[in-house]
């Protein structure tokens, strides 16, 4: 992977980016609200039920806001200079990878370079079907999504195999209906670089996904490798281009 990073080289802001930022301006507000009003719930409700549908609705939100501190994080880089084609994605256990230099400064989660720390899926978060990849965190640039401005790859962030519960919280928080977006698609071959998974890499299209036009972030549900079951995956437009 190129390394280099051209320091006196700014991002140029677009309509398409400037617009999308007030989406995510948007999000953060409605989960703040909705933080607010589950823990409320929570010290008010001791139902056992009720318990269950609130921890999904806290995971949900621990992992909207993961995905949201990675994508100012990475904008910090991105107007700190860093090439949004040399932005390297490499993690701590990714091991010599993360070490070897001569620099570091394009690396999201290494000190030297954004200094990012991805924090695992929450307790209870995760239906793994699949280990074709393993149920985590995943981040990178490997395809184009089709409602972006240009053709060039996304950076895109990804919580692979969550609960139904949690993926419905999910899309209750961004979008206002908890039913999951579906996609012709195994998720993985959307959302995950294919160097990590058996399967292979596909855009992201209307085509395959006509209720995802448009949104930057939400949980989509899938057929995975497993014939006759379903894979659910949050995912995050962390850079769109």
Request: hydrophobic content about 40%; glycine content about 8%.
């Amino acid at each position: 992977m190129n390394t280099s990073c051209k320091s006196s080289v700014f991002p140029v802001s677009r309509p398409g980016e400037r617009g999308n930022a007030m989406i995510y301006v948007l999000i953060a507000i409605v989960l703040f609200g909705a933080l607010t009003m589950i823990v409320a719930r929570q010290n008010e409700n001791s139902e056992t039920g009720s318990l269950d549908s609130e921890r999904a609705g806290i995971a949900a939100t621990q992992i909207i806001q993961t995905s949201m501190q990675l994508k100012q994080g990475v904008d910090q880089m991105l107007y700190g200079g860093t090439n949004p084609d040399n932005l390297d994605f490499v993690t701590p256990d990714t091991e010599p990878a993360f070490s070897v230099g001569p620099s570091h400064v394009n690396k999201v989660f290494h000190p030297s370079g954004g200094g990012l720390v991805l924090q695992a899926l929450p307790v209870g978060a995760v239906d793994q079907i699949s280990n074709s990849p393993p149920a985590r965190w995943y981040i990178g640039r490997f395809n184009n999504v089709e409602w972006t401005p240009t053709t060039e790859q996304e950076v895109i962030m990804v919580a692979h195999q969550i609960s139904a519960p949690v993926c419905q919280a999910i899309n209750q928080i961004l979008l206002g209906n908890p039913a999951p977006l579906i996609t012709t698609a195994n998720p993985r071959d959307i959302l995950i670089d294919d160097q990590l998974h058996g399967g292979v890499n596909t855009d992201f299209t209307v085509a395959g996904c006509a209720a995802c036009e448009g949104i930057v972030a939400a949980c989509i549900q899938g057929p995975s490798e497993v014939p006759g079951e379903t894979i659910r995956s949050f995912y995050s437009l962390i850079l769109s281009r």
